[in-house]
């Protein structure tokens, strides 16, 4: 009776052993990367089944939702991305241009510098309503999608081109414009009183 049990552990064990090993040997073969709408992408059973990644990576859709990039040349500042953003990740500063400051690339005017446009993507929910509401489709979804960073300061992207003492002038150029204006229609009503 007990040498008939040891005979059934060791069986069985071995069994276990035998598919073990070969689960060894086809581990050193790789499974190829397909899409999923390869008509063979169930089929293929033997080696590594798990993706090595950063160095395999499956394909990726180009109509996904991934990295928010913004091309500032042809951003007119209108801030219709960062009222319908539902979580607040995108921050714009604009300062008002004293003239037409040139056109972007579908031909609309631009008015209004972009002092500051900075979007947290630790924030972002990926939703991609800032890219259907931009008039100048200057708001666009990369197929970059791994951000992997130390610090989550790191995932704040700033996409405006002017530093801070040019915005600083730009807000002075404004500001004696307005003065001006204010003056000339000040000495306007004063000569039509008298």
């Not at 990367?33 to 590594?48: H, M, R, S, V």
């Not at 979580?87 to 609309?108: L, Q, R």
Request: proline share 4%; charged share 30%; glycine share 4%.
């Amino acid at each position: 009776m007990i040498i008939k049990k040891a005979y059934d552990g060791l069986k069985t064990s071995w069994k276990g052993l035998t598919i073990t090993f070969k689960h060894l040997i086809g581990a050193f073969k790789s499974k190829k990367i397909k899409g999923i709408e390869d008509p063979n992408y169930f089929e293929e059973q033997a080696g590594i089944v798990t993706l090595q990644y950063p160095h395999q990576k499956l394909p990726i859709p180009e109509v996904g939702r991934y990295q928010l990039h913004v091309e500032i040349d042809d951003c007119i500042v209108c801030d219709l991305c960062a009222k319908i953003c539902p979580v607040d990740c995108i921050e714009i500063e604009s300062i008002k241009a004293t003239e037409a400051i040139g056109k972007t690339s579908d031909g609309s005017v631009k008015r209004l510098y972009a002092a500051k446009f900075d979007i947290d993507m630790a924030k972002c929910m990926y939703c991609g309503l800032c890219t259907t509401v931009c008039p100048t489709e200057c708001i666009t979804m990369t197929n970059q999608y791994d951000r992997s960073f130390p610090s989550i300061t790191e995932l704040n992207y700033k996409f405006s081109t002017m530093t801070e003492e040019e915005a600083e002038l730009k807000r002075q150029e404004l500001d004696k414009q307005l003065e001006e204006r204010k003056a000339a229609k000040l000495a306007a009503s004063k000569q039509k009183e008298e």
